[in-house]
């Protein structure tokens, strides 16, 4: 059997194995409890009673929940009870107890369902243990795991944190993740990052000049409220930790509004981060609301003002919080300036390449000004100043929508400002002047109408930079650099920048002004020595060309002539080339062909002529040598005689040839002359000579040989076998002999003999003859030409063009070379060589500046005095 | 959705849709005793909120179930999801409320709301009393905290009397399961949300049912309620406890019945 192998059993174990069931019941070691369906208690034992303190009459008829703590009441509706209801059973669910005095005895319970044989619930019948210590060991457990997850979510956050913030390249991001991180993080209401302001400026005691650089979940109120405090506030954190302030009396006596603010939107307490660089300097502060969160909905769990009280892992999450936004902060604004500088070298670089290039002055100021916009700018403008005074400035804005305002601006307000605005200040002061946060009081000030106003609030102009062009310490113009709220205040370097960039400018202009002057003036000299059109001559078919040098600014000392001579017969031709492409070269030119139109009257044959110039070419004290070709041809018969001053011979093209006369070059005039020696032919009927200046024969990549070689085949190609056009002939031999390029002037003279000249009346009196000779006769031929350089010399306009190369090109020279053109065309006019001579070099000393003076007083003096007339004076 | 939500459609097609929604604590299987018999006559959908049953944890979002606005937003998907229009929502519990947010949110979707034990806030607040304090909540989720076992480990069959053997079959799976961290955070969204500005704005007929002794529930919430919803029918049960639909299907079903006759 097999209870005689087992233990030997003590005596009287039967009777109790065999005990009365009923006391099993009501002393087991566990709690019983019967319930109805709807958990109300029908029976119960002596242990649960014994255990709660209760009497079995007071749970009778009390349902499970009733006896239980209010969290166990939830959770026994809510799932134990479904439970039950769906599986029929429950096992080791932990409850708390509610004993008669109050106290909670922790439990675990246990729990099947007795149903009918329709499934229908009878009966519950549960077991009920005491778990006390199991539950207290539980919730160790919980806490521990509850305080490692904590310390886990902390980690992760910091983790994800500094990633993020390795991740972000600028201060506004960097302000994103703090604020939102640390919003969710703490589960605060809000969250908003406040950085000192780095642009130094005066500040109330106590008091730190702050931006708001970020914020998240603030209502617009509570965030006003705050940016209030926060000048203040950025104070107090300077030497503090973390602080977590509740709303309460201290906080409602400093700040009143702000505690309204915060009671209003639900908030309970304001925390307070500062956010420092690694080296403990004070960059901001990092504020928090905490309270009901705006977003979820959900009402808080704590009760009204209880989180004010920070916990030690959380204050020193955010306290790191701090010191990581800091730092990431230094690296990215080290990160960005040094973005920001390699932004203004390149930007200066590629100013300073514009300003090199020579350019068109109005398309260079375009150009810049859409430079500056494309970099260190949102607007620039840049003004002219002229003798006249400020021209209409050049505009641009970055942003193609607002460029219309700035067009604006500039066609209907700026012309109207007056002293009090920084672009005139800082042309009247000569000093650079920065507007530091333009606010409205300033545009108020600025504004000389409502809609000027308007349209510069439109325009958000956050900063202005307005820098004079200054040479000598005069002002030349103006440039003003305007930031918009999209990019904030500027910063020292952008200042140094816009410097760095007028003083560019200023130079630039400068030279350029100063070689405008010597160009524009030496081209209308120039234009108005020219002879105008060749007269028409009968039984010769003519056409003249002068073209200067291609660079606008090349003048030379080309010319050409063309003089039907006294007796009518015969007519003078000349061409020549003064040593030179400047002012000196024009004006020894006008004098040469001067003085060839005054000899020409008792001295017209060639030979002569050119024995006669080197005779007398000491006493015109002339300052630089030329060479020149003169001839006079008998239209009626073809009579042609040349000479030559070291000039290139002219070319005749007849009969589908071209061949260069074999004239002896003979002397440039101004060297030490010999007896020239006269060529003399015939023009045959049909044929064409054409007379030329090195100019169209010479390049810069091609030896002069090659050149002619050149123009002789294409003047023989172009020629055919009849009579040429000598206008067709000119353009084709310009077009095929001349770039767009050209390096030198060209004067160009062709002319054909008609067929039946012969015919012509060997004594006809020739329409215009001499003396018509001063082609400047009319009276007041300097003052048009020196009007015409005031006003394209002092405008600085579409004309105007950089070329410092050319100016570099300049032969060093103490004087300038406008003094003996003045003196030379003065004594032309009648003046008294010596008094133009002293005025101008007055005048054209200081050049630059006083050019609108200068030439002004030479047009003066030219009104008031008539060719060969008295002074009026 | 219908994989996200654990979307089960009974009843013959074309019928009037009724939806329903369980509450916190449990999931669609509470419905077991009172869908059937409107699968008769009606397109019955049940469901699962995300985070229990047989819904798809992975499509757990803290963000978007943090508030009864994500859970209302997934009812609104189901609608959409089957074509359901004019839709009886039978909501048990915070369901109640999210089938008000739902109707809110599609009202074109929606024919009449049936709440079961409902509350628009459960904690007391001046002049108005939800049966909790913020104690009471925070002990709740102490007690969700003590019975992790209850969501993450399946029950072990246990106790299951030889006489039932239908019990035992049911045993095999186990309801009502949830993540521990969904519970806690689905706790907080239901035990401290605060739906009452909504009321007002119910446009359907709505029916109140309000339990007997409901501890979660108190009849001065229900009360609240129907006075709070224009035009709302308000039925006393006799049922005691929450969750009617499990202890008193036959009554629970009648009341509706006879509410969605009148409707």
């Not at chain 1, 134990?80 to 509610?98: I, K, M, N, S």
């Not at chain 1, 020739?766 to 350089?789: E, S």
């Not at chain 2, 929606?110 to 913020?134: C, I, K, N, Q, W």
């Amino acid at each position: 059997m097999a209870h005689d192998e087992g233990p030997a059993r003590p005596e009287g174990l039967a009777r109790l194995l065999e005990e009365d069931p009923a006391d099993l019941y009501e002393n087991a070691p566990c709690g019983y409890l019967s319930m109805l369906p709807d958990a109300h208690v029908v029976k119960v034992n002596g242990t649960f009673c014994a255990w709660t303190g209760r009497r079995p009459e007071d749970v009778l008829g009390l349902r499970l929940p009733d006896l239980l703590s209010a969290g166990g009441r939830v959770f026994f509706e809510t799932h134990l009870a479904p439970l039950l209801r769906l599986q029929g059973a429950v096992r080791e669910v932990a409850l708390d107890v509610v004993r008669a005095d109050g106290s909670v005895l922790p439990c675990l319970l246990n729990a099947v369902e007795v149903r009918d044989a329709e499934g229908r619930p009878l009966l519950v019948r549960a077991t009920v243990f005491e778990a006390s210590s199991r539950r207290r060991y539980e919730r160790a457990l919980l806490a521990a795991q509850q305080a490692a997850t904590d310390a886990e979510v902390r980690a992760r956050t910091m983790h994800q944190v500094v990633s993020e913030l390795a991740a972000a390249r600028s201060a506004e991001q960097v302000a994103d993740v703090v604020v939102r991180r640390a919003r969710r993080a703490l589960e605060a209401g809000g969250a908003a990052l406040w950085l000192v302001d780095r642009v130094p400026g005066a500040r109330p005691e106590g008091t730190v000049p702050v931006d708001l650089a970020a914020s998240d979940g603030l209502s617009p109120e509570l965030l006003a409220q705050l940016a209030t405090a926060a000048p203040a506030g950025a104070e107090l954190v300077r030497t503090g930790g973390v602080r977590a302030a509740p709303v309460g009396p201290e906080l409602r006596q400093r700040w009143p509004g702000l505690a309204g603010a915060m009671a209003e939107a639900g908030q309970e307490a304001l925390v307070v981060v500062p956010v420092s660089a690694a080296d403990d300097r004070h960059l901001g502060a990092l504020v928090l609301v905490l309270g009901v969160t705006d977003d979820s909905e959900l009402i808080s769990l704590a009760e009204p003002g209880t989180r004010g009280a920070l916990s030690p892992a959380d204050a020193e999450l955010l306290a790191t919080l701090g010191r990581q936004a800091g730092q990431a902060l230094e690296r990215v604004r080290l990160h960005e300036e040094t973005v920001r500088q390699a932004a203004r070298s390149a930007f200066l670089l590629d100013a300073a390449r514009l300003l090199a290039a020579a350019g068109e002055v109005g398309e260079t100021l375009e150009r810049l000004a859409e430079l500056a916009v494309a970099g260190p700018a949102d607007i620039c403008v840049i003004d002219l100043l002229t003798e006249r005074g400020l021209t209409a400035p050049v505009v641009a804005h970055a942003d193609p929508a607002r460029r219309h305002l700035v067009e604006q601006l500039r066609d209907e307000h700026l012309p109207h400002r007056d002293g009090s605005h920084p672009s005139v200040r800082a042309m009247v002061e000569r000093r650079t002047i920065w507007a530091r946060g333009v606010d409205e009081a300033m545009l108020v000030r600025i504004s000389t109408s409502p809609e000027h106003l308007a349209v510069s609030r439109a325009l958000q102009l956050a900063d202005l930079i307005c820098v004079p062009l200054l040479v000598d310490n005069r002002p030349l113009g103006v440039i003003s650099l305007g930031a918009d709220a999209r990019r904030g205040r500027f910063t020292e370097a952008d200042v140094d920048t816009a410097e760095q960039l007028a003083l560019q400018m200023s130079q630039g202009m400068d030279v350029a002004q100063r070689f405008e002057l010597e160009s524009r003036t030496s081209h209308a000299l120039q234009g108005s020595l020219l002879p105008p059109e060749p007269p028409a001559v009968p039984g010769l078919a003519l056409a003249v060309r002068y073209l200067p040098g291609s660079r606008g600014a090349d003048v030379g000392g080309d010319f050409y002539d063309v003089v039907p001579l006294p007796g009518g017969d015969r007519v003078g031709l000349a061409v020549g080339d003064v040593v030179g492409h400047d002012v000196t070269a024009a004006a020894t030119m006008g004098q040469l062909r001067s003085v060839h139109r005054a000899l020409l009257v008792d001295c017209p044959d060639p030979g002569p002529l050119v024995e006669r110039l080197h005779g007398s070419w000491p006493l015109l004290d002339l300052p630089r040598m030329a060479t020149a070709l003169f001839a006079t041809l008998r239209p009626a018969t073809g009579e042609l005689r040349i000479a030559s001053a070291g000039h290139l011979p002219p070319l005749l093209v007849h009969g589908g040839r071209a061949e260069y006369l074999p004239v002896a070059p003979g002397r440039v005039l101004g060297a030490p002359p010999v007896p020239p020696r006269e060529w003399s032919g015939r023009l045959p009927e049909g044929a064409t000579l054409v007379l030329f200046t090195d100019g169209l024969v010479e390049s810069r990549t091609a030896d002069l040989d090659a050149g002619l070689d050149r123009l002789r085949a294409v003047a023989a190609d172009a020629a055919g076998e009849g009579p040429a056009d000598p206008d067709a002939l000119c353009d084709r031999l310009l077009a095929a002999l001349t770039g767009s390029r050209r390096a030198d002037d060209v004067a160009l003279l062709v002319l054909t003999r008609l067929p039946g000249a012969d015919a012509l009346p060997q004594t006809a009196a020739a329409p215009h003859a001499l003396p018509h000779a001063l082609p400047h006769a009319r009276p007041h031929a300097l003052a048009d030409a020196l009007d015409g350089a005031a006003g394209d010399v002092t405008v600085s306009g579409d004309a105007m063009r950089w070329s410092p190369e050319r100016t570099e090109e300049r032969p060093p020279s103490s004087g300038f070379p406008g003094v003996d053109v003045a003196a030379g065309l003065g004594s032309f006019l009648g003046l008294d060589p010596a008094a133009v001579r002293r005025l101008v070099s007055g005048a054209l000393t200081r050049l630059s500046g006083a050019v609108g003076d200068a030439v002004g007083e030479l047009r003066q003096l030219a009104r008031d005095v008539r060719p060969g007339g008295d002074e009026d004076r | 959705m219908i994989t996200r939500n654990c979307v089960h459609v009974s009843g013959p097609a074309g019928a009037r849709p009724m939806l329903f929604a369980h509450g916190f604590g449990c999931d669609q299987s509470m419905w077991r005793a009172v869908a059937p018999d409107f699968a008769v006559d009606h397109r019955v959908v049940t469901f699962d909120h995300v985070g229990s049953g047989g819904s798809d944890l992975a499509a757990y979002d803290p963000e978007r179930y943090g508030s009864l606005r994500g859970y209302a937003a997934d009812v609104v998907d189901i609608c959409r999801d089957l074509d359901l229009t004019d839709v009886v929502f039978v909501g048990h519990s915070v369901s109640a409320m999210i089938g008000v947010l739902a109707a809110q949110a599609a009202p074109e979707r929606f024919g009449a709301l049936v709440m079961v034990g409902p509350s628009p806030r459960y904690v007391d607040d001046e002049g108005y009393t939800g049966g909790f304090t913020r104690a009471d909540v925070a002990a709740l989720l102490d007690s969700l905290d003590a019975n992790p076992q209850q969501w993450s480990a399946v029950l072990a069959p246990v106790v299951a009397g030889p006489g039932n053997p239908g019990v035992a079959t049911e045993l095999a799976q186990s309801f009502c399961r949830t993540d521990p961290a969904v519970a806690r955070q689905f706790a907080r969204v239901t035990f401290l949300s605060d739906n009452r500005d909504d009321l007002p704005r119910v446009r359907v007929p709505t029916l109140v049912l309000q339990c007997t002794q409901d501890a979660i529930a108190p009849e001065v919430v229900g009360r609240y309620v129907h006075e709070h919803v224009p035009g709302s029918v308000f039925r006393q049960l006799a049922a005691t406890g929450h969750c009617p639909h499990l202890s008193a299907p036959e009554e629970t079903t009648a009341a509706i019945r006879a509410f969605l006759a009148g409707t």
